[in-house]
Structures are given as C-alpha cells and as structure tokens.
C-alpha cells in the first residue's frame, strides 16, 4: 500500500471504470478512508450530471458562433511560379534527350563503359551535391513556416 493517496485522475479512472485500474490502485482505495470518500463524491457528482437535461437554445447557436469567426482572406503564395519554373526547366532535358535519342544511345554504348573507373569520385560529388540541395530547400522551407506562423500570432 503506498503512504501517499490517489491522484484525482486514479480516483476517476477507478469510479469510471474499475476493471482497468492498476491492482494497487484498487487495494489502495480498499484500505485508505480519504481516497473511498473522494469517490463516493464523483460518485455523487456523476450521478448528478447524469440526472441534469441537456441544454436547449431558442436560437441557432451555430450561425451565431460561425458570424464572430473571421473569414480567412487568401493569401497569393508565390510558391506557384517556383512549381511552374521546375516543370520548365525539368521538361528541357527531357526534350533534348528525346530529340538527340540516337546520340544519347551511342553515347551510353561507346563511351558510359570507359568512364567508368572514374565513377566512384563523380558519383559521391553528385551525391553530395545532390544532398546540399535537398537540405537547403528543407530550410528554406522550414524557414518560411516559421515566418508564416510567426505572423499569424496575435500580440494584441
């Protein structure tokens, strides 16, 4: 048995529903005279809440609540024109590879297989290069979520 007593929530848990609480919970509230009288007393005001009708309006609250929420005014989010830029400059290359198909074949034909002991050094800065522009696009964007909720606090 423990010397000090139940928290509140441990004397709800136990009054709501006895068969999830701990063992030394229950024994607990077998043994200590202050803790049963604590649930004896949500006992009393659950019972109390359940005897209470349920509250009825003679108006809309909704409608009254929904005219004091301001409306939300869109912001232009110059993210657009970065998304359009990508598509752009990513459908370049593709139409030149399209265009030159026959070269680009050639070319990993003849010439892929005898760069290739020199692959390891360009394959690890294009990794890394890679990797430098994925994290500075992560902070730029964690950055600009930053400011956003920072200028939606309102001080006043």
Known sequence: MKDQHLSDADIQQFVLDKTECASNLVSHMQYCPYCREKAETYLIII???????????DFDLTSLVLEKIPATKK???????FLYL???LASVPAIFIYL?????SNLFKIYIPEIGSGLSTIAIWLFA?????????Q???IFKKYKRKA???NYY
Not at 100 to 104: E, I, M, P, Q
């Open 100 to 104: 030159y198909r026959d070269s680009f």
């Open 86 to 88: 990508t598509i752009c």
């Open 151 to 153: 200028d939606s606090l």
């Open 47 to 57: 019972s109390g809440i359940k005897q209470e009708s349920k509250a009825s309006f």
């Open 75 to 81: 912001k232009f989010s110059g993210n657009g024109w």
């Open 139 to 141: 902070v730029v964007e």
């Open 129 to 137: 290069s890679a990797i430098l522009v994925i994290v500075i696009f």
